[in-house]
């Protein structure tokens, strides 16, 4: 079994590849304006479980998530690779990079990811909300919900077309495997990753939006650079694609 998942060839064959993971709600297509601008590059575009056309994929944690990662780089022949995630994408990526070493991996970059929850009650609050969440995605009507979703204070900086737009380009998920997804990759039950991302043998490069003051301030605990994106909010890559495409092409290895 592996995850939906499209492979796009660049110029370049001497460089890795570069393994897209969208947050929750999103798909592979989300990351297509970013990727138009590095031409260069191998490119795989991933429907994580629960979205796009993995829909019907249903994981039960993280170890499920990654081992359905693994298989799918597998059946591509995916060779050296960068992982790059967002939010939802991103924490995976990251507990993807921290667990048994990966071949093939070279680089790890991650967008508005949290690294995981230090204190039990905090994660237990997350659980408990991510549940009151998947709740309303099984039980009220989509639309409704993600007009909620997109009024959390992560989203603050969206104007309101923004968020009418958004809200547009979701409606067409399947509220029952969101749910899913959300309560088997919840925040809560994540581990915190902080001492394992500092062992990292590969390089770490965290980007966020200049205006996502919540996830600057995570950044400030992983003890990497922090690369901003100039007049974006959390979802940084969406807002400001050519910026996003430029400040990571100047960390990429070049093409020959």
């Not at 249903?58 to 059946?75: G, K, P, S, Y």
């Amino acid at each position: 079994m592996i995850l939906n998942a499209t492979a796009r060839y660049g110029k370049s064959a001497s460089q890795p590849w570069l393994v897209w993971l969208h947050g929750f709600l999103g798909s592979q297509q989300e990351w297509q304006p970013v990727a138009g601008e590095l031409s260069d590059y191998h490119h795989l575009f991933i429907d994580l479980p629960g979205h796009g056309g993995s829909a019907a994929l249903r994981v039960a944690n993280f170890a499920q998530t990654c081992a359905l990662l693994d298989a799918t780089l597998a059946h591509f022949d995916i060779g050296p690779y960068w992982l790059v995630g967002y939010s939802l994408g991103g924490r995976i990526a990251m507990h993807y990079a921290c667990g048994t070493p990966r071949a093939g991996l070279c680089g790890l970059i991650v967008e508005g990811g949290h690294p995981g929850l230090t204190d039990d009650k905090e994660r237990q609050a997350r659980i408990a909300s991510d549940s009151r969440w998947a709740a309303q995605f099984r039980e009220a009507p989509l639309e409704q919900v993600l007009n909620a979703w997109y009024q959390q204070p992560v989203f603050a900086t969206l104007s309101a077309a923004a968020r009418e737009e958004l809200v547009a380009l979701r409606r067409n998920n399947h509220p029952q495997a969101l749910a899913d997804m959300l309560e088997a990759t919840s925040l809560g039950r994540q581990a915190d990753l902080r001492a394992q991302l500092a062992r990292l043998p590969h390089p770490f490069i965290y980007f966020c939006g200049e205006q996502d003051s919540k996830f600057r301030g995570i950044a400030t605990t992983l003890n990497v650079p922090c690369h901003l994106i100039t007049a974006a909010g959390h979802n940084a890559h969406r807002e400001a694609p050519l910026a996003f495409a430029q400040s990571l092409l100047s960390l990429l290895p070049q093409p020959d």
